[in-house]
């Protein structure tokens, strides 16, 4: 991945053992998708498994929110975008969008990642380094609109069914 506005993934395809006895994908595997996607982007910033070696430092999910909009079935193919809605010398929010590979939106997913230096393991700053890149993308993820569903409250609506 270079420096598209958002990040986008490779394309991944889901999986047999990801399918459940309704002959879908099961829910957890959205989130592994999610991972394995991310892990792509998280690479392109600089968090990748040479940082995590060469630092004893690495990303820690503190939180993760998956909507659920397509089912999947094997063999469907999907990428996901990144983007970097917030951050800190610390943490950073993320979101993503799960899309087949003919771009039908299948799911989102929103996080908020850690920095942790896994002696501790505890939470530390980011070097300069990761952070001056961390900023560059979400300086270029700012040009876009803010997801409509980011931050959004989970709850039962009264009448919405």
Known sequence: MTDPVPLMSSLHAVEADWIDYNQHMNMGYYTVLFDRTADEAYAEIGFGPDYRAASGCTTYAAEFHVRYLRELKLGDRVRAS??????????????????????????????????????????????????????????????????????????LRRGAV
């Not at 771009?103 to 530390?124: N, R």
């Not at 700053?125 to 803010?146: F, G, I, Q, T, Y």
């Open 82 to 155: 990144f983007r970097i809605l917030d951050h800190d010398e610390k943490r950073f929010h993320s979101y993503q969008e799960l899309m087949r590979e003919d771009g039908t939106l299948v799911a989102t997913g929103e996080g908020i990642a850690l920095h942790v230096d896994q002696s501790g393991p505890k939470v530390v700053p980011m070097p300069d380094k990761v952070l001056s890149r961390l900023r560059r993308v979400a300086e270029a993820h700012k040009a876009l609109p803010r997801p409509e569903t980011a931050g959004r409250g989970m709850g």
